[in-house]
């Protein structure tokens, strides 16, 4: 058995809508979802017995049980018995409580890694079945690139690449949120608006923001893109963390192509066509924000999920 080393890209939301109330306690959602040029790298190498270790460089990343990529080593085993053990270590360049998908993508990482290691052939759609069994972005996860994601997320349509186009990622180091905050809070503010019936929520998802920013992606137009960013989440999470709002105001104000709020939250992202044009972006919010708790990123948009590094 070989040891395998997996890139995790993170993503970033270019829209999240959130249409009502599932059954099964989640939300209904239309999203379109984008890997960026930011990633983990999981290294996988096998251990004897039925053994399961994460390592990982962060401080805040739990190395037990509630880390969903010993969740995905522990369902893969579930699946597959008698392949052995495996020792999981990630080296975090993701940001934790961020909003990009830094867990999903390395619980994707693991599935993907393992399929490879224990040598199962499975296909990616196999392998998203499984992931949405984990979390609602790791299906997303393992094929990366852009795609329109409905249902809780896990239900992927491939858009086309915008991987010419760059961002900046701006966040407060010391600021994670909890997705399940965000939404639960969402739910409490905004419930009463949800429709009741199935109808309903087909036609609020054909008269939304989505149908028109898929068609902007289509066309590869930057400009409407930029102009069609939405995320529902903001609704709750800017009001209570003003300094997030600051920067999305700013990115816009520098003349970001766009800026938004990516999933629940902190990352603020703006889009630029060039990266020179990310890189200037980038030192005009620093020279605004000198907070040394502030991170920015100056990265691409990319085609790729997890692959073999
Ligand atoms: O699926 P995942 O574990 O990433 O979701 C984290 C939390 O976000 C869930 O516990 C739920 O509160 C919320 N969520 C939701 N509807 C979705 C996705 C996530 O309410 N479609």
């Not at 390592?55 to 990529?69: F, G, I, K, W």
């Not at 392998?127 to 852009?146: E, H, R, Y």
Request: charged content about 15%; some cysteine.
């Amino acid at each position: 058995m070989h040891a395998y080393t997996l890139l995790a890209p993170a993503k970033i939301n270019l829209l999240l809508e959130i249409l009502g109330d599932r059954t099964d306690g989640f939300h209904e959602l239309v999203m379109v979802l984008q890997s960026v040029d930011l990633a983990d790298l999981v290294e996988l190498r096998p251990l004897g017995g039925e053994r399961i270790q994460i390592h990982c460089d962060h401080p805040e990343v739990p190395t037990h049980e509630s880390n969903l990529a010993f969740k995905a080593a522990r369902l893969m085993q579930q699946k597959f018995p008698g392949r052995g053990g495996v020792s999981a270590t990630i080296h975090k360049q993701i940001p934790v409580g961020a909003g990009l998908a830094g867990g999903s993508t390395n619980a994707a990482a693991v599935l993907v890694g393992l399929d490879l290691m224990w040598n199962l052939g499975l296909t990616q759609g196999e392998l998203q079945g499984l992931g949405a069994a984990l979390g609602s972005d790791v299906p997303f996860c393992i094929s990366g690139g852009t795609a329109l994601a409905l249902g809780r997320g896990e239900v992927l349509s491939p858009l086309l690449d915008l991987d010419q186009l760059y961002v900046v990622l701006a966040k407060y180091r010391s600021l994670a949120i909890s997705t399940s905050w965000a939404y639960q809070t969402y739910r409490q503010q905004f419930g009463h608006t949800y429709p009741q019936t199935p109808t309903a929520l087909e036609q609020s998802r054909r008269q939304g923001p989505s149908v028109p920013m898929v068609a902007a992606i289509n066309h590869r137009d930057l400009t409407q893109i930029g102009s069609l960013l939405y995320n529902d989440l903001e609704r709750v999470v800017l009001p209570q963390h003003p300094q997030v709002q600051k920067l999305r105001d700013q990115f816009l104000q520098f003349e970001a192509k766009g800026a938004l709020m990516s999933g629940s939250g902190s990352t603020v992202f703006g889009l630029t066509e060039t990266r020179s044009q990310a890189e200037t972006l980038a030192e005009q919010m620093r020279s605004v924000f000198p907070d040394p708790d502030l991170d920015l990123w100056v990265t691409k948009l990319i085609s790729s999920g997890i692959q073999v590094a």
